[in-house]
T-cell receptor
């Protein structure tokens, strides 16, 4: 069983739709990261959370420490949001989810 | 701030040769750097953790003699894939932690290695 589980694995949305990606983890953590990986492979760190909620532009990330769950929301999705979104948690080491592949269709 | 530059972004090499990948922190001192490997359609796998001035700590199953890691300064860590084989073809990414930011980590842009 993976320490980090993401859902869904694949997601296709129409431009403008509200998108939610979920992440559940089973280990004690000091922080949770949401990462974005574009088709070329480069990774961008979107958020680092240890509690509560963060917002950056159209992206919102929340975390519930008690439930060991985090969500990444994208409002008014756009084709340029198409990427793989990875949840990673920092416990005694980094654990990564397998990613959610998002495709936003114009 | 907190930018990590990884070079090269892609490399093709012949079997049996060695390839060096560099990871530099441009505007901060990276006390710890991490090296990851990613196979197609899979998530990142931690290979090793390197601390400046000391030997790297390798994850179980990672051959330390094959994947040489050097972290000689607070701004540079290198991963050398020695005697590369086609099965070493993969995407390699580094990340660095930086002091002064609570649990801050930043990632390099990755290196796609193809061994022919």
């Amino acid at each position: 069983k993976n320490e980090v589980e993401q859902s869904p694995q694949n997601l296709t949305a129409q431009e403008g739709e509200f998108i939610t990606i979920n992440c559940s983890y089973s280990v004690g953590i000091s922080a949770l990261h949401w990462l974005q990986q574009h088709p070329g492979g480069g990774i961008v760190s979107l958020f680092m959370l240890s509690s509560g909620k963060k917002k950056h532009g159209r992206l919102i990330a929340t975390i519930n420490i008690q439930e060991k769950h985090s969500s990444l929301h994208i409002t008014a999705s756009h084709p340029r949001d198409s990427a793989v979104y990875i949840c990673a948690v920092k416990g005694n080491q980094f654990y990564f989810g397998t990613g959610t592949s998002l495709t936003v269709i114009p | 701030g907190a930018v990590v530059s990884q070079h090269p972004s892609w490399v093709i090499c012949k079997s049996g040769t060695s390839v060096k990948i560099e990871c530099r922190s441009l505007d901060f001192q990276a006390t710890t750097m991490f090296w990851y490997r990613q196979f197609p359609k899979q998530s990142l796998m931690l290979m090793a953790t390197s601390n400046e001035g000391s030997k790297a700590t390798y994850e179980q199953g990672v051959e330390k003699d094959k994947f040489l890691i050097n972290h000689a300064s607070l701004t540079l860590s290198t991963l050398t894939v020695t005697s590369a084989h086609p099965e070493d073809s993969s995407f390699y990414i580094c990340s660095a932690s930086y002091a002064g930011s609570n649990y801050g980590y930043t990632f390099g842009s990755g290196t796609r290695l193809t061994v022919v």
